[in-house]
């Protein structure tokens, strides 16, 4: 079948189908990423915490900016090509729209891996401390876990004496994790006691399980198969014998409506009691000998004795020291501290210094009385070179929340260094991956931290999770990512596949390019307002 | 719409230029956002440094519609198409601006005062 309108425009419209088409699928585009700048607008200005101003690396976003520009500029070279039937300046600038399509995915990758390497953690007292943290270490070696994986010290540590599980809610890969976890520590994980129960009607209990009984998930699966079968057993009876009860008592009192009676209207508890089966919602195992055992943070509520996983398996035992160590601190951020304190009505400066780290660590100290020296200068050469307000009294321009609160690795190599802030010149590859903890040599000017536990109030990497900033980040980046990669998909089929159409049909050929093309500088011109609101502002 | 060789001929000369031009704009944002003395407003970034990058942003996003995707001589139908969709986002956004009068903004709501 001969499709209309592909080469020849319509009469009515003036435009070939997919033309139409591309049009429509790009205004509905223009609403979705107009949705998510909208959101951004919104997230900003509703944010409860000091909004992180150019917190990304500037230098892969512009050369990002300049790869997407230049490839607009190829594509529309490429259809130029296609029109004047040149089929090599045609092959030519369309490779190098691919290739700028996978350089550009490439630096969002490095981009996206760094951010997922970053730790972050903001105290109970509102301060923040950005940087890596490290990994356990015995003596000298690094301790593994059960895989062979170093443990990152950011890890709730249990000596754990007895595990209960919730026979419905148990997490598979989790009980294996406590098996292989109670192996590696050449501990067994038992039944605590012997486990009967009714499991046929009106049967004297039978033993499911004897103590000493390894914790297995098929045990497991066995007991939750019991329990389960209990529970439908003994709600259909109570199910019967509820039914019963009404029948008796609508008999009883005819044209009552259902909640004048209903509190007469019960079950006999004891008649059904010896039909019941026993419902086994929770079983206990000991740990023999006690065994330390590490969790996520994210998967655990840990308390003194008792702790409590996710999956409301819960773990007896003492609670170890289970500090949050940095090895190497890259920022330590007192902007959320200092807005928290005016909110209270209180001085920025007078609830730093009573902070935990100032407090606790020496090196925070240090930095932070730097740092004031160095605000103190910057707002001097303010005041030097913009000069004071003459109706107010007040410097014309002052440093901003960020310039007073925030000591970043660029000022504590400064401060190492010796030499100010704009002197400082930084390697390029620092540009993209952050600080260069080797190059600089670390243990001289990145502080190492360790953090008890108590003192945590949320941590994350640089995710989603970490702020509502890095959420939207990631929604509209990894969106804008996903669409150069469809259309580099596109443009290379064209580019590859395209040669026998060009010699049946150039023409169209031609016009799948422009639809191509038109849905690649859409690409662009969506990047070119992501730029500067994600990484200049 | 350039279909003939030397329409394209001429318009590769203007796609040329446009590139230029965006790359300029880009170096300019860049500049504005990092150099402190080409800063505008009173703090070294505020709102008029926002002001500023969106301008040249639109500036260099209103190139590449016109230009590159041809909106500068397009069929009625495309204009209709792009435009009501450009509306809807416009006025949608108009409305989250409406809502920022909304007392769920207003710590005093709650309060009880």
């Known amino acids: 079948m001969e499709i209309p309108y592909i080469v020849t425009p319509r009469k009515d419209t003036g435009l070939f189908n997919s033309k139409i088409a591309i049009w429509l699928f790009l205004a509905s585009e223009v609403m979705l990423f107009g949705g998510f700048f909208s959101a951004y607008v919104f997230l900003r200005i509703g944010a409860d915490y000091p909004w992180p101003e150019r917190t990304l690396p500037v230098l892969p976003g512009l050369i990002n900016t300049f790869v997407l520009i230049g490839s607009s500029m190829t594509v529309v070279f490429a259809w130029a090509s296609l029109k004047l039937h040149q089929w090599r300046r045609f092959q030519l600038f369309m490779g190098i729209t691919v290739a700028c399509a996978v350089i550009f995915m490439i630096l969002k990758g490095i981009e996206y891996n760094v951010k997922f390497q970053h730790q972050a953690v903001r105290l109970k007292d509102y301060s923040v401390v950005e940087g890596h943290l490290g990994y356990e270490k015995v003596g000298e070696e690094y301790e593994k876990d059960h895989n062979g994986h170093k443990i990152e010290e950011n890890r709730i540590l249990v000596e754990a004496t007895r595990v209960t599980f919730n026979t419905v809610r148990f997490h598979k890969s989790w009980v294996e994790e406590l098996i292989s976890q109670a192996e590696h520590r050449k501990s067994k994980i038992v039944l605590a006691e012997d486990l009967s129960a009714i499991i046929d009607e009106g049967q004297p209990p039978k033993t499911l399980a004897k103590a000493g009984d390894a914790l297995s998930l098929e045990l497991l699966e066995r007991l939750q198969k019991a329990h389960l079968d209990a529970r439908a057993h003994n709600g259909a009876l109570r199910t019967a014998a509820l039914r019963g009860e009404w029948k008796k008592a609508n008999a009883a009192n005819p044209g009552k409506r259902g909640w004048e009676i209903a509190s007469g209207v019960n079950i006999d508890v004891e008649a059904l009691a010896p039909k019941l089966l026993t419902e086994i919602g929770t079983v206990a195992f000991t740990v023999e000998p006690a065994a330390r055992f590490d969790f996520q943070p994210r998967d655990v509520r840990e308390a003194e004795t008792q702790s409590r996983l996710r999956d409301d398996t819960l773990v007896d035992g003492k609670l170890l020291a289970s500090p949050m160590v940095f090895h190497y601190v890259d920022a330590i951020d007192f902007q959320h501290l200092a807005m928290k304190a005016v909110e209270k009505g209180q001085d920025p400066m007078v609830a730093i210094e009573d902070s935990w780290l100032i407090k606790n660590h020496p090196f925070a100290k240090e930095a932070w009385e730097w740092n004031k020296g160095e605000v103190a200068k910057l707002e001097k050469k303010l005041i030097e070179k913009y000069g004071m307000d003459g109706k107010t009294g007040k410097p014309n321009r002052e440093p901003t929340l960020k310039e007073r609160y925030r000591i970043g690795w660029k000022d504590f190599v400064a401060k190492a260094d010796g030499v100010g802030r704009e002197k400082e010149t930084i390697a390029l590859k620092e540009e993209f991956m952050g600080p260069d903890y080797k190059g600089r040599e670390a243990k001289h000017t990145f502080p190492h931290l360790s953090l008890p536990r108590e003192q945590v109030g949320f941590a994350s990497k640089f995710s989603p999770a970490w702020n509502t900033y890095y959420a939207i980040y990631f929604t509209i980046t990894g969106l804008h990512g996903l669409h150069v990669i469809g259309g580099a998909l596109v443009l290379a089929y064209y580019l590859f596949f395209g040669r026998k159409m060009y010699e049946s049909n150039p023409e169209w050929l031609a016009n799948r390019v422009e639809i191509g093309g038109l849905f690649w500088h859409f690409v662009d011109l969506v990047w070119i307002f992501v730029f500067p609101i994600l990484y200049l502002m | ?113």
């Not at chain 2, 008029?48 to 990058?53: A, E, F, I, Q, S």
């Open chain 2, 1 to 113: 719409m350039a279909n003939s060789p030397e329409e394209i001929k001429k318009s590769v000369r203007t796609y040329l230029f446009v590139g230029g031009v965006l790359f300029l704009g880009t170096i300019i944002t860049y500049l504005v956002a990092t150099v402190p003395a080409l800063d505008v407003g009173k703090h070294g970034f505020d709102k008029w440094d926002c002001v500023l990058g969106l301008i040249i942003a639109s500036i260099k996003a209103s190139l590449v519609a016109a230009i590159f995707m041809h909106l500068n001589h397009e069929k009625k139908a495309v204009y209709w198409l792009f435009g009501s969709g450009l509306c809807a986002v416009i006025s949608l956004a108009g409305l989250t601006a409406l809502a920022l009068g909304d007392p769920i903004f207003d710590t005093f709501f709650y309060s009880g005062r």
